[in-house]
């Protein structure tokens, strides 16, 4: 029975941290400062005459083995309240309809609460395309497991499961879980043991050439370099924690991370064939097309979309994520008709992308 109490309880602090967050990133400002994405220092070349029709351009791509309509992805945000749920199944149904990937949120809360497992369960909205489940690497020093991620792909019913490196989350969280020593062995042992893909993503700090190569050697399957530019999350937590220590050093890791497009840069550098998703403060189809012509394989949006997801009204907020999926497919489809590329594969070879 006490057992049981204190699992009630810990799963009762990971749901409260999930509204907090939610709430936070709605209403606070929460992005890096003094760093960006590095996207914007990269400008695309105009192609004057591309020999092709804008009709006849094709986003068509594939992820884990599902067909997409574009090479573009939901990335993980939230999940473990009911709150939360609503806007996976807001996004799940978007995703559906524009042919998107889509990452959930962190699962421990599911895995500590079952009840709580139906906020990260959108196979219903979403039958077609890819489904990411999502763990925390460090859990692997908690007490999870191979088992832990199985339950996690299985309550998803997902295609694939991402473990998130959150270190200096973590140091700045309330309740957070520092110890980060020898994670690459339990890695390669979760690799080992799942029978679907195991990837890896930072949460938006970046991954560099050199952590990419040690985590394929541990035999992960893909790898978001979730970099630098967007939400940083040492000034999400700022606002949670109470200690006036680590409120205050917040603002000293403000502008921490490596930029987006170094990160993409560096990863696709060190490992060719690896699956590259690009993540990190992206916001229009623009953005996504300089990450794919760096070399990622997808691109991932998060906080941009949360907003419209989290209206009160379902309707209302389906059509306006619709909308702006949308919004964001027509720009990079124009982007490839600015430079002549007909396809996602020949915007990933182009040598159109130079720096401003």
């Not at 999400?236 to 403000?254: G, L, N, S, T």
Request: hydrophobic share 45%; proline share 3%.
């Amino acid at each position: 029975m006490t057992d049981q109490i204190q699992a009630s309880e810990v799963a009762a602090v990971t749901s409260r941290r999930k509204s907090e967050h939610i709430r936070i990133c709605l209403q606070e400002e929460v992005n890096g400062l003094g760093v960006d994405t590095g996207l914007d220092r990269l400008r695309f070349r105009h192609n004057a005459l591309p020999e092709l029709s804008f009709d006849d351009i094709s986003l068509a791509s594939n992820l884990f083995g599902r067909q997409l309509k574009a090479p573009l992805l939901v990335s993980s945000m939230t999940g473990g309240t009911d709150a939360a749920g609503a806007i996976n199944r807001r996004l799940a149904e978007a995703a559906e309809e524009r042919g998107w990937a889509i990452g959930l949120g962190s699962m421990r809360a599911a895995i500590e609460q079952d009840q709580l497992a139906a906020s990260f369960y959108i196979r219903k909205e979403a039958p077609s395309v890819p489904v990411i489940a999502n763990l925390g690497a460090v859990q692997l020093n908690y007490g999870y497991g191979a088992e832990a991620c199985r339950r996690a792909v299985a309550i998803a019913d997902a295609d694939a499961l991402v473990l998130h490196l959150n270190s200096m989350q973590e140091v700045f969280q309330p309740e957070g879980d520092t110890n980060f020593s020898g994670l690459l062995r339990r890695i390669e042992e979760v690799c080992r043991a799942l029978s679907v893909p195991v990837g890896v993503k930072e949460v938006g700090w970046g991954i560099d050439a050199n952590v990419a190569v040690k985590l394929a050697a541990a035999g992960v399957s893909f790898i978001d370099a979730a970099g630098a530019g967007g939400t940083s999350w040492s000034q999400v937590e700022k606002y949670r924690v109470a200690d006036p220590i680590r409120k205050q050093a917040a603002e000293a890791f403000a502008d921490w991370g490596i930029p987006t497009a170094e990160s993409v840069n560096e990863i696709r550098g060190a490992l060719p064939n690896m699956t590259v998703i690009a993540s990190g403060g992206l916001r229009h189809g623009v953005d996504a097309a300089k990450t794919l012509a760096l070399g990622a394989n997808a691109a991932g949006f998060g906080r941009v979309l949360l907003p419209r997801a989290a209206q009160s009204d379902k309707q209302v907020s389906v059509e306006q994520l619709i909308e702006q999926f949308a919004k964001i497919e027509f720009e990079l489809k124009t982007a490839m008709f600015g430079i002549g590329a007909a396809n996602v594969e020949e915007l990933r070879g182009t040598d159109r992308l130079v720096k401003r």
